[in-house]
């Protein structure tokens, strides 16, 4: 009964929060640049650069990995959230805590591995924004799908 609100909710709540990390990032990397090489000029959006005056370097790549580990965990709650009405009455909370584990620790292995193979470093960073992004409810929505075929099939 309240599957489709649900699915609805997480998916609209996933664009929404995919395209506010999208403008967070963009004006951050804009802002650490600005300050991290003392220009003249930040293209950050102005009212971001509001929300950031006077900060430093340390202060907004402190504020990069906490928004990154508060998008990763949105993600995970919306990929919990949406895999209930998905694949009921099986519980996913733990799989898929451990699939974001485990892809959050390969990013740490590439980037440890990047120090040898300077390529690993955009390998990592990748991994690191398919958590932050709405990726994985697509897996879900995808993974669903194929259970439902299956089922189909079997009967």
């Known amino acids: 009964m309240m599957r489709r609100p649900i699915i609805l909710f997480c998916?609209?709540?996933?664009?929404?929060?995919g395209a506010l990390r999208e403008f967070l990032f963009l004006n951050l990397n804009y802002q650490i640049d600005h300050v991290a090489r003392h220009t003249g000029i930040s293209y950050a959006h102005s009212l971001f650069q509001g929300w950031v005056k006077g900060w430093d370097?340390?202060?907004?790549?402190?504020?990069?990995?906490?928004?990154?580990?508060?998008?990763?965990?949105?993600?995970?709650?919306?990929?919990?959230l949406i895999a209930r009405p998905l694949f009921a009455p099986r519980r996913?909370?733990?799989?898929?805590?451990?699939?974001?584990?485990?892809?959050?620790?390969?990013?740490?292995?590439?980037?440890w591995a990047a120090q040898w193979a300077a390529p690993m470093e955009s390998v990592s960073v990748k991994l690191?924004?398919?958590?932050?992004?709405?990726?994985p409810l697509f897996f879900l929505w995808a993974a669903a799908m194929l259970v439902r075929h299956e089922r189909a099939r079997s009967i």
């Open 57 to 80: 370097l340390r202060s907004l790549i402190i504020l990069k990995w906490v928004l990154a580990l508060c998008f990763i965990g949105a993600m995970w709650g919306l990929c919990v």
């Open 128 to 135: 690191l924004h398919l958590l932050q992004y709405p990726v």
């Open 92 to 111: 996913l909370e733990k799989p898929l805590a451990l699939a974001f584990l485990a892809i959050g620790g390969a990013a740490i292995l590439f980037h």
């Open 11 to 17: 998916i609209i709540a996933a664009i929404i929060l």
